[in-house]
């Protein structure tokens, strides 16, 4: 009897201590897809709030000469108000998957009347605090989800028109074009000067026979030639007296 109550004591106990791993085993699994959830959903503020900068960067893009180019509320990147017919920046306004509310916190500028980037309400602290994408600018090691700020030049690209988008433009490579085409312009020069030389050698060959036609004329051998035979002709009638 007392071995079938010891024994009886052991099972008891090794259930308990099975019982607890189990929680502890199921406490970690809930905890790890709390995380990988959380990771998720973090990752997916990141591709909304891409999307909320590339709605306000097609606003500033649309803006006609001489308008503002932030909106006054996000339901302008709804429905553009600045033209008559539809036209539309954003499909509508995400809710923020952190808090679970289309809720979104605005950056505006001084007088708070233009937004000009979203961020979300969130207070907690990030999962993710490095290797961001290339489009996301200074959202390393931040403190709390809110501090990471969607803006129109949050991509690291710069708006049409704004401040220092003229300098952009005024770094081409134009310099580098002349500069080109001068070093080329020397080769064709030294090319140019053989062809004065074939030019100079007709002259060369219509001079030689001028001067060679000049001393055929000048025969003196000719002269004394005729008055040889001139004589010879008086002296051959001598022989022939009778």
């Given at each position: 009897?007392?071995?079938?109550?010891?024994?009886?004591?052991?099972?008891?106990?090794?259930?308990?201590?099975?019982?607890?791993?189990?929680?502890?085993?199921?406490?970690?699994?809930?905890?790890?897809?709390?995380?990988?959830?959380?990771?998720?959903?973090?990752?997916?503020?990141?591709?909304?709030?891409?999307?909320?900068?590339?709605?306000?960067?097609?606003?500033?893009?649309?803006?006609?000469?001489?308008?503002?180019?932030?909106?006054?509320?996000?339901?302008?990147?709804?429905?553009?108000?600045?033209?008559?017919?539809?036209?539309?920046?954003?499909?509508?306004?995400?809710?923020?998957?952190?808090t679970g509310k289309a809720a979104w916190g605005l950056v505006t500028n001084?007088?708070?009347?233009?937004?000009?980037?979203?961020?979300?309400?969130?207070?907690?602290?990030?999962?993710?605090?490095?290797?961001?994408?290339?489009?996301?600018?200074?959202?390393?090691?931040?403190?709390?989800?809110?501090?990471?700020?969607?803006?129109?030049?949050?991509?690291?690209?710069?708006?049409?028109?704004?401040?220092?988008?003229?300098?952009?433009?005024?770094?081409?490579?134009?310099?580098?074009?002349?500069?080109?085409?001068?070093?080329?312009?020397?080769?064709?020069?030294?090319?140019?000067?053989?062809?004065?030389?074939?030019?100079?050698?007709?002259?060369?060959?219509?001079?030689?026979?001028?001067?060679?036609?000049?001393?055929?004329?000048?025969?003196?051998?000719?002269?004394?030639?005729?008055?040889?035979?001139?004589?010879?002709d008086t002296t051959t009638p001598v022989p022939v007296a009778k």
């Open positions: 009897m007392a071995a079938r109550g010891r024994s009886g004591g052991f099972t008891y106990i090794g259930l308990v201590v099975l019982l607890a791993i189990l929680g502890l085993v199921a406490a970690a699994g809930m905890k790890t897809g709390a995380l990988m959830q959380r990771a998720a959903a973090e990752q997916e503020l990141l591709e909304i709030g891409a999307a909320f900068s590339d709605a306000l960067r097609s606003y500033a893009a649309a803006t006609p000469k001489g308008q503002q180019q932030q909106p006054p509320n996000l339901d302008a990147l709804l429905k553009d108000p600045r033209f008559p017919g539809v036209r539309r920046h954003l499909r509508r306004v995400f809710v923020d998957p952190i001084g007088d708070k009347t233009w937004i000009t980037g979203v961020y979300s309400l969130s207070d907690a602290r990030p999962l993710k605090v490095g290797n961001f994408d290339a489009r996301f600018v200074n959202f390393d090691n931040k403190e709390r989800i809110s501090d990471w700020k969607f803006t129109a030049a949050g991509q690291g690209l710069l708006i049409a028109g704004a401040p220092g988008s003229p300098d952009s433009p005024a770094v081409p490579v134009e310099p580098a074009l002349p500069a080109q085409t001068q070093t080329p312009a020397p080769e064709p020069e030294p090319s140019a000067p053989p062809a004065p030389a074939a030019a100079d050698a007709p002259p060369i060959v219509e001079l030689a026979p001028d001067e060679a036609a000049e001393p055929v004329p000048s025969e003196p051998v000719a002269p004394e030639e005729k008055e040889v035979d001139a004589e010879d």
